[in-house]
């Protein structure tokens, strides 16, 4: 069963027999996550599609600009994180990942 998930996850056969279940488990998680995000963007792109193309038959005045519709990428005035901020997060959140008992992935 456990292949066959790896398969349909289009992972390589090939890279399945030398991990831990531990790792497969974490990558098929992964995968999943993944798909299901790619899901969620394709609904939203197909949505947003509609919405643009029903302003454009039926009110092309009231088309709204790319920003206005989409948003930006961030907040404004956000910045992104510094290498030092991110390694900071990352040992956050590794001891809480440690805290919390959970089983290793080797």
Not at 3 to 29: D, K, M, Q, Y
Not at 43 to 50: D, E, I, S
Not at 58 to 64: C, I, L, N, Q, V
Request: hydrophobic share 45%; charged share 25%.
């Amino acid at each position: 069963m456990l292949l066959r998930n790896w398969v349909a996850a289009g992972l390589p056969s090939g890279e399945f027999w030398p991990i831990t279940p531990g790792e497969i488990t974490v990558i098929l998680r992964g995968a999943r996550d993944r798909i299901q995000r790619e899901a969620e963007i394709a609904k939203r792109l197909v949505y947003a599609q509609a919405v643009l193309n029903s302003h454009a038959w039926h009110g092309p005045r009231r088309m709204p600009d790319f920003d206005r519709f989409f948003g930006t990428a961030r907040a404004p005035g956000s910045a992104r994180q510094t290498p030092e901020q991110m390694m900071n997060a990352l040992r956050d959140w590794s001891a809480k990942v440690s805290a919390a008992g959970l089983p290793e992935v080797h």
